[in-house]
């Protein structure tokens, strides 16, 4: 089945806490959308990957308190901790109820003399069959307010969302430790 393609993410988009980042949109060629500088190359993964499963309640918590501990480690401002536990909170729980679990992944990237901090989530939920409307504030499929998705990408610096209906969603998104 082919991934969802999006006609313009940059129509209607938000600013951003630390700027707006509407001119680093981009459609992907596999039909994703994405916020991310596209003369960067990817992020060196540096360290250790850590994998969380997101089946149970306290999956959910068990990542909050591992995604505080990493941000206090790479020496993220307290401001910042806070945007990214967020921001890995609403995607854990969107992948816990959506897409019936999966899987987090916590890393350590380094690009530019950077250093920051990726979410990868991943579920084989039903998949997301309208990201344009997936990121309007107030949409909801389910019993929240609706700021999930959109809120998370306007906390982290770079967002990227695959998504195939009936075969899942992936998102990784990065929030660095400086900007350029």
Known sequence: MAG?????????????????????????????????????????????????????????????????????????????????VTAASELARNAYIHGHGGTFTLETVRRSGRTGLQLSVSDQGPGIPDLDTAFIDGYTTGSGLGHGLGGARRLMDEFDVQTVPGEGTTIVAVRWTSRP
């Open 4 to 84: 969802i393609k999006l006609a313009s993410l940059k129509k209607g988009l938000p600013m951003f806490p630390h700027g707006d980042l509407t001119e680093n949109v981009r459609i992907a060629p596999s039909g994703s959308a994405a916020t991310k500088p596209e003369a960067e190359p990817e992020p060196e993964r540096i360290g250790t990957a850590t994998k969380h499963p997101l089946h149970t309640e306290e999956d959910l918590l068990t990542l909050r308190h591992a995604v505080r501990a990493l941000t206090l480690r790479l020496g993220f401002s307290l401001v910042d901790q806070t945007r990214i």
